[in-house]
């Protein structure tokens, strides 16, 4: 019996693993302290609920990856403290995200977080790190279909030029 022919949760974690899953949890930390304020300045509520279930998922996932560096010996990242409520209308006008800008910042994300599930995934030796990293890619283009559903219907979502056919 080697060392990589076992049940995978006895199996090391490699580097790349580590610092693979320390930096989605950080970077997941930096995005619930920003979405937090997002919640803050949105007036859509529909937005809102958009934003509080990205928030409950990373919070999820963090507490998943978590267990499994503590696990293996590795201090994760910390986290943020919470924002506190406020309310968007005491935000000036000019000083306050607008439903648009945040809904685009969001969507961004979504792809970022999808590219950095599949690094993760593809450098992966563990298949429960990578199945773990399976199920957060699946969630993320679930929720990124029902942002793309929110934009389209609240006209948000600015097209690139698009390919018409003259011809006819």
């Not at 693979?20 to 304020?37: D, E, R, V």
């Not at 509080?52 to 403290?81: F, Q, R, T, Y």
């Not at 935000?91 to 910042?105: K, L, N, Q, V």
């Not at 929720?143 to 793309?148: I, Q, S, T, V, Y």
């Amino acid at each position: 019996m080697g060392i990589m022919d076992g049940n995978p949760k006895d199996e090391p974690m490699h580097y790349g693993e580590v610092i693979g899953s320390w930096a989605y949890i950080g970077a997941n930390n930096g995005l619930i302290s920003t979405y937090g304020a997002f919640v803050n300045h949105a007036g859509d509520q529909d937005l809102i609920k958009l934003l509080e279930e990205a928030i409950h998922m990373m919070e999820s996932e963090n507490k998943e990856i978590e267990k499994v560096l503590k696990d293996n010996g590795v201090v994760p990242p910390p986290s943020l403290p919470g924002r506190p409520q406020a309310n968007a209308e005491d935000i000036p006008a000019g000083a306050r995200f607008m439903d648009p800008e945040i809904s685009a910042i969001i969507s961004a994300n979504v792809g970022q977080g999808l590219v950095s599930c599949s690094a993760v995934m593809g450098q992966c030796l563990r298949e429960d790190i990578a199945m773990m990293f399976g199920k957060y890619h699946a969630e993320r283009a679930l929720f990124g279909a029902k942002l793309l559903r929110l934009n389209k219907e609240k006209g948000w979502i600015i097209p690139p030029p698009l390919q018409v056919d003259n011809s006819k």
